[in-house]
């Protein structure tokens, strides 16, 4: 049934300009034009990430279009009473996904949970447009995982909607792995760094 609606919808929806450039154009508005600035877009970025769809389940998919989207629930994005600040306990941060693009407790939790370390911090290649590969996609993918896992648990937040302390939030994080890790889809846990040779 979902397929079908899926069709129905988009069946009649059209970019006006090609997809490539709607969605940076997306982006740019999500990141605002100082970060957007910094992104190098890889050559035919588009191709190659669709490409590396094609390798993976529909999830990573649905977790990559929602960063580039700006997708994710947070609190400043959905206007809520209370706006939180980083959940992960970074002083001075927003509860936002500009923050949470370049948050290194958020990503030291997912790079420890996939056995993995980062080349670039860059913001282009955690969107893994700048240098699209796999391993990329399924960091990113932890992240938001984790991220909406923690803000949907009711577990997190005191009896006044505030976020617990970061060391709780943090410890919370790490009992989610083996929670997350099949909706991130197979993964060899030998590789630990994200090489040149993954790339599509």
């Keep these: ?68 989207g700006g997708g994710w629930t947070t609190s400043v994005r959905m206007h809520e009473s209370i706006s939180l600040p980083c959940i992960f306990g970074c002083l001075d941060c927003l509860d936002n996904l500009q923050h949470y693009l370049v948050c290194p407790i958020l990503w030291q939790l997912a790079k420890e949970a996939l056995n993995l370390q980062e080349t670039s911090l860059e913001i282009g290649h955690r969107l893994c447009v700048t240098e699209v590969n796999i391993n ?11 991220y909406h896992s923690i803000r949907r648990s009711s577990g997190c937040y005191d009896s006044d909607g505030d976020i617990r302390d970061s060391r709780f939030v943090q410890n919370f994080a790490a009992s989610l792995v083996r929670a997350i890790l099949p909706l991130i889809g197979e993964f060899p846990r030998l590789q630990t760094s994200l090489p040149d040779n993954l790339m599509v």
């Excluded at 988009?10 to 709607?22: D, F, Q």
């Excluded at 399924?138 to 938001?144: A, Q």
Aim: with cysteine; charged share 20%.
């Design 136 to 146: 990329r996609l399924r960091l990113l993918g932890y992240c938001h995982t984790l």
């Design 1 to 68: 049934m979902q397929s079908a609606v899926l069709a129905i919808l988009s069946g009649t929806e059209m970019c006006e300009r090609s997809l490539a450039v709607s969605l940076e154009a997306k982006l740019k508005v999500t990141l605002g034009a100082d970060s957007f600035s910094t992104i190098r877009f890889q050559d035919n970025w588009l191709a190659k990430v669709r490409a590396t769809f094609a390798s993976t389940n529909s999830y990573l998919s649905m977790c990559w279009l929602k960063a580039i």
